[in-house]
């Protein structure tokens, strides 16, 4: 039997970050996994920057585990259907 990582972690990047950036706490979007999305520290300043400042989404950069970079669209169409775990 072949177990499969179906595990995906996204990271927040923001304008001057580097890709080494997205490895801290403060980064870390969340992790999808059998369905079900856990938010990380970055998810709340995602949400942050969506409610409190919306002029920065244009310098948002996100990323998954395998470095595919998504639009700020694909990584919430991404998150449709999951169930959301608390922050």
Do not use: C, W
């Amino acid at each position: 039997m072949v177990l499969r990582n179906n595990m995906t972690t996204y990271y927040l990047l923001l304008e001057g970050d580097t890709e080494e950036d997205s490895f801290y706490e403060t980064n870390v979007l969340g992790e999808e996994s059998l369905g079900t999305f856990y938010p990380g520290h970055g998810f709340i300043a995602f949400n942050n920057i969506v409610n409190k400042q919306p002029q920065l989404l244009e310098s948002v950069t996100i990323l998954t585990d395998k470095k595919q970079q998504l639009t700020i669209t694909q990584f919430l169409d991404a998150l449709k259907g999951l169930r959301i775990k608390k922050a």
